[in-house]
């Protein structure tokens, strides 16, 4: 049987749907820890029945019954970490992929062979998703506007809006109801990495796509590339006939531990972010701090601009990474203008709101004065003048996102 099978009885909260999503037959098989199929093909007496299930993918995308016919059209072990993360976005279905940004082409590509290659699009995106749009690579055309803007930017041809909130890398934030209204009919996409379902459920705002770098929180342990996109079933089909046609799939190894890493994301996203509010609280009162960002709905990302040289902050951190990405057990800081969003051009950087001076940081579960005591090191010296606390806390309140 297929791990999408439903034998739910009853709605269940999502501490409950982390732990047991994609793992309700398990039991009923004698099972504990979920299988790892690690199969890329699929033996079968009956040519005539798989020529059948073929065929009714082609139509619709709809996972073949009983088993894959080979692993590019599907994979037990990743079925179970699609449903989950459905269940958990509250979504019909989920599609998951080799990596995040195989999971945006594969959006663009479905709306692309609809005859929709044009994208408007929110920035600040993360920078290889900015780079993909800009630079067409996937053929696509985007317009780049601000949520006010978007309905004006909508186009006969409009396949996609594009919004990430909180957006990377300056956590800015949209609201995704009033975006989702003035998408009108056009499929929105909002990429929930930053957020994940434990803080925001953008599909109950209208969104009808919801994407994540599943690398990040969902993964939890820097150790998986995956991306996923949550939608409904009519979409589910087409992502799933791309990713056939592409290629993009997840290895069911990486789909073992993205389920494992579902299980204790609520946890997790809570506890790192606990940490995260206060060191923006901290950093907010320091007077070697120009301007702290840290969203409205929480999370445990903190960006932040330095008065003095970030490279010089990256170089000075000990037990905190020195590493792009984020989301991971361990705290990581970067710098945006240097690597996550170096493709995107400066001028377009600095008017997304992502100045040279401006860090990202990813807070992991260490304690917080540790983190804090390594913060403050590699900040350097503190101004000597007197009263610089006084004016620092004076106007240098984590600045909520927009
Ligand atoms: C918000 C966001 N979306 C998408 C991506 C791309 O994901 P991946 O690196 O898994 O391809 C990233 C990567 O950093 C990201 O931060």
Request: proline share 6%; hydrophobic share 45%.
């Amino acid at each position: 049987m297929g791990a999408a099978d439903d034998i739910r009885t009853a709605p269940r909260a999502l501490a409950t749907e982390a732990v047991h999503a994609g793992r309700d037959d398990l039991a009923r098989q004698g099972l504990h820890a979920p299988p790892i199929d690690l199969s890329t093909t699929y033996p079968s007496y009956d040519s005539r029945a798989e020529a059948a299930r073929i065929d009714a993918f082609a139509a619709t995308g709809t996972e073949p019954d009983g088993p894959p016919v080979y692993g590019r059209l599907g994979n037990p072990t990743v079925a179970r970490f699609e449903t989950a993360l459905a269940r958990l976005e509250g979504t019909e279905a989920a599609v998951a992929f080799a990596s995040g940004m195989a999971a945006l082409s594969a959006v663009l590509l479905v709306r692309a062979s609809m005859g929709l290659r044009h994208v408007v699009a929110v920035r600040p995106l993360y920078g290889c998703s900015d780079h993909l749009l800009t630079a067409g690579l996937l053929g696509s055309e985007v317009t780049w506007t601000d949520p006010a803007g978007i309905t004006e930017a909508l186009r006969p041809d409009t396949g996609l809006v594009m919004v990430e909130s909180p957006a990377n890398p300056t956590l800015a934030e949209v609201d995704l109801r009033a975006v989702a209204h003035a998408c009108g009919s056009v499929p929105l996409l909002v990429d929930n990495t930053f957020a994940t379902p434990v803080l925001q459920r953008p599909a109950e705002q209208g969104a009808r796509l919801v994407l994540h770098s599943a690398t990040k929180y969902l993964g939890g342990h820097g150790d998986v590339l995956a991306g996923v996109v949550a939608c409904d079933e009519e979409l589910a089909g087409r992502l799933r006939q791309v990713r056939f046609a592409t290629g993009g799939v997840l290895h069911p190894l990486a789909g073992y531990l993205l389920l494992r890493g579902l299980s204790t994301l609520p946890v997790r996203v809570r506890a790192a972010s606990a940490g995260a509010a206060e060191l923006a609280r901290r950093l907010a009162a320091d007077p070697r701090i120009a301007r702290v960002h840290y969203p409205r709905i929480g999370g445990a990302m903190v960006s932040f601009e330095v008065h003095g040289d970030p490279h010089e902050v990256i170089a000075g951190v000990r037990l905190i990474t020195p590493a792009v990405s984020l989301g991971s057990v361990d705290t990581l800081i970067q710098h945006p203008a240097s690597i996550s969003h170096r493709v995107v051009d400066a001028d377009d950087r600095r008017d997304a709101g992502v100045s040279d001076r401006l860090l990202r940081m990813s807070v992991g579960l260490e304690d917080v004065e540790d983190l804090w005591s390594d913060l403050d090191m590699a900040l350097g010296q503190r101004p000597s003048f007197r009263g610089a606390e006084n004016c620092a806390s004076g106007h240098n309140e984590p600045v909520p996102a927009r």
